[in-house]
């Protein structure tokens, strides 16, 4: 049988719509305030949930043993436990749902002969990225669980972070499997394009810095940020030194999350003005239309989750398209490469 055949691209492909499952689930766990719910960690039995009312209890009264009910959740009821548990209590499945069908597909391909020796090596960091992101959710978690009752945003920031990352990566191999001929471009128009990329990838990880610290709760106004502000005096005061109010101040982070975006879709434009003076096949001429198309749809859908102070809707659609533009990045950036 063909080795790296149509099999082989479809399980890689599911695996990138599974990662995609995971992410919004991820985003509506975030929002739900749904993280913290489950305070232990067991990798086979965590799979089953409680399946009784006495089971029910004893997850409860493990709860109660923490920072987050003992600091903000202690008039939940059992009933309001149970709806945050689901969310934290799915994520976590889908997780492990994701390894078993990244493992057992890989092992049957090998044993079939029906991976090429790059596209075993390229499996294996796979299997290695995600086992990585489930240590990174039981780090996340664990954070939350000491002295405040929220989760680190840095480790947020990275669990985030490693899913995109992994998601890319994943469909990465898929299309060096779909496209197995590249063509030669312009090597400073791919450049321009990886520095895109560069950039998205920084902006998602602050768009997490943003999520874990809820900074999109405050300066719900634009193009200011209030009265007429373009930087609000909290930005730089918040925080000492200067430059934590970069990475941890909340007006500082959203101040970041926000003119990053207008540098953004600056560069998404010029790559897609730039693309017109160089000659281009119709997949890659699609590519960067779609590319421009979405980075707009964020943008807009950037400016109302920030007006409505981050409802839920809002949150997950800017999170689903966030993992869209990504999706669209790395495709334009496999077909302008070598």
Same mark, same amino acid.
């Given at each position: 049988?063909?080795?790296?055949?149509?099999?082989?691209?479809?399980?890689?492909?599911?695996?990138?719509?599974?990662?995609?499952?995971?992410?919004?689930?991820?985003?509506?766990?975030?929002?739900?305030? $749904?993280?913290?719910?489950?305070?232990? %960690?067991?990798?086979?039995?965590?799979?089953?949930?409680?399946?009784? *009312?006495?089971?029910?209890?004893?997850?409860?009264?493990?709860?109660?043993?923490?920072?987050? %009910?003992?600091?903000?959740?202690?008039?939940?009821?059992?009933?309001?436990?149970?709806?945050?548990?689901?969310?934290?209590?799915?994520?976590?499945?889908?997780?492990?749902?994701?390894?078993?069908?990244?493992?057992?597909?890989?092992?049957?391909?090998?044993?079939?002969?029906?991976?090429?020796?790059?596209?075993?090596?390229?499996?294996?960091?796979?299997? &290695?990225?995600?086992?990585?992101?489930?240590?990174?959710?039981?780090?996340?978690?664990?954070?939350?669980?000491?002295?405040?009752?929220?989760?680190?945003?840095?480790?947020?920031?990275?669990?985030?972070?490693?899913?995109?990352?992994?998601?890319?990566?994943? =469909?990465?191999?898929?299309?060096? &499997?779909?496209?197995?001929?590249?063509?030669?471009?312009?090597?400073? =128009?791919?450049?321009?394009?990886?520095?895109?990329?560069?950039?998205?990838?920084?902006?998602?990880?602050?768009?997490?810095?943003?999520?874990?610290?809820?900074?999109?709760?405050?300066?719900?106004?634009?193009?200011?940020?209030?009265?007429?502000?373009?930087?609000?005096?909290?930005? %730089?005061? *918040?925080?000492?030194?200067?430059?934590?109010? =970069?990475?941890?101040?909340?007006?500082?982070?959203?101040?970041?999350?926000?003119?990053?975006?207008?540098?953004?879709?600056?560069?998404?434009?010029?790559?897609?003005?730039?693309?017109?003076?160089?000659?281009?096949?119709?997949?890659?001429?699609? $590519?960067?239309?779609?590319? &421009?198309?979405?980075?707009?749809?964020?943008?807009?859908?950037?400016?109302?989750?920030?007006? %409505?102070?981050?409802?839920?809707?809002?949150?997950?659609?800017?999170?689903?398209?966030?993992? =869209?533009?990504?999706?669209?990045?790395?495709? $334009?950036?496999?077909?302008?490469?070598?």
């Amino acid at each position: 049988m063909k080795k790296d055949n149509k099999k082989v691209i479809y399980w890689l492909l599911t695996g990138c719509l599974l990662i995609f499952i995971m992410v919004v689930i991820g985003g509506i766990t975030r929002l739900t305030h $749904s993280g913290l719910s489950i305070s232990n %960690y067991k990798l086979i039995s965590g799979t089953i949930p409680p399946m009784n *009312e006495t089971e029910w209890n004893d997850a409860f009264e493990l709860y109660k043993q923490y920072p987050e %009910y003992q600091k903000i959740n202690n008039q939940f009821t059992l009933e309001d436990f149970k709806d945050i548990y689901f969310w934290e209590w799915l994520h976590r499945v889908i997780g492990r749902f994701i390894g078993v069908v990244f493992i057992i597909p890989f092992l049957y391909f090998l044993i079939r002969k029906q991976l090429t020796k790059p596209t075993i090596r390229k499996s294996i960091i796979l299997m &290695l990225l995600g086992g990585f992101q489930g240590f990174l959710g039981w780090f996340m978690v664990k954070s939350g669980l000491i002295d405040r009752p929220d989760v680190s945003h840095y480790r947020l920031a990275m669990h985030l972070t490693a899913a995109f990352i992994t998601f890319a990566y994943t =469909f990465w191999v898929a299309l060096d &499997l779909i496209y197995p001929t590249k063509k030669v471009i312009n090597v400073k =128009f791919r450049n321009l394009i990886r520095l895109t990329l560069s950039v998205l990838l920084l902006q998602i990880i602050y768009g997490a810095f943003v999520a874990g610290l809820d900074a999109g709760l405050l300066h719900n106004h634009w193009p200011f940020m209030n009265d007429g502000q373009l930087i609000h005096e909290s930005v %730089y005061i *918040e925080q000492t030194p200067v430059i934590k109010n =970069f990475i941890e101040g909340k007006s500082g982070v959203q101040f970041i999350h926000r003119y990053l975006a207008y540098i953004v879709v600056g560069l998404i434009v010029f790559v897609w003005y730039r693309s017109k003076q160089i000659e281009k096949n119709n997949t890659q001429t699609n $590519s960067l239309h779609v590319l &421009l198309i979405i980075v707009c749809i964020q943008f807009v859908l950037g400016i109302f989750t920030l007006l %409505y102070r981050v409802p839920i809707t809002l949150g997950i659609l800017h999170q689903i398209t966030a993992f =869209f533009l990504l999706g669209a990045m790395t495709f $334009s950036l496999h077909r302008f490469s070598k």
